[in-house]
């Protein structure tokens, strides 16, 4: 950030009085422009055994398999944003039953939210989706997923599902966890 959004003037990376953290701040104005995490929702749509998985048309990882899912916008709940989502990568209509996984990405300043849900219909792909296919758990292409936070809730879902209970995961991926799952490139 170089130039106030308030008042126009340049902005400085320090720490402002009063704060334990460096910020983007007017001198000029006095603003203090936060910069908060953003929060990826979405869903792990299931039908029957199997379970939707789209092919990315955009980058980053574009030609990947990931849950459909997306950064949530202004004026919407995390479950709408899930639902939203779905609906514009995968065309489909989803009943939610609740937040499933909860990935904290600190060195990308972002927070992954992903929900349980049943497909209530149809489903296709969308504008940013190559395709769309349900999976069978021995199906699911784990070498062409696109994010590491895809892997980490399928696992937990398949490892859930033999046991009837479907708990609240809360974890975090490192940078050393991301090397882990695409190497250093």
């Known amino acids: 950030m170089n130039f106030c959004s308030h008042c126009g003037q340049t902005v400085r990376f320090a720490i ?70 779905t609906q514009e ?36 792909a969308g504008p940013e989706s190559l395709e769309v296919a349900l999976f069978e758990e021995q199906e699911i292409p784990w070498d062409m997923l696109a994010f590491p936070t895809i892997e980490c809730t399928l696992r937990h879902y398949f490892a859930d599902r033999q046991g009837d209970g479907f708990p609240l995961h809360v974890s975090d991926i490192t940078p050393e966890d991301r090397e882990r799952y695409f190497g250093s490139a």
């Open 16 to 85: 402002p009085e009063g704060d334990d953290r460096p910020r983007f701040w007017c001198k000029a104005c006095g603003t203090i422009h936060y910069q908060n995490p953003r929060i990826i929702a979405g869903t792990l749509p299931v039908h029957g055994t199997r379970v939707l998985l789209c092919r990315r048309a955009i980058a980053p990882r574009k030609g990947y398999w990931t849950l459909p899912a997306g950064f949530m916008e202004n004026a919407e709940t995390t479950v709408e944003a899930a639902a939203r989502e």
């Open 89 to 124: 990568e995968a065309l489909a209509e989803v009943a939610i039953h609740g937040l499933y996984t909860l990935i904290n990405l600190p060195h990308i300043d972002q927070v992954f939210m992903i929900f349980r849900a049943e497909l209530a219909g149809g489903y296709g």
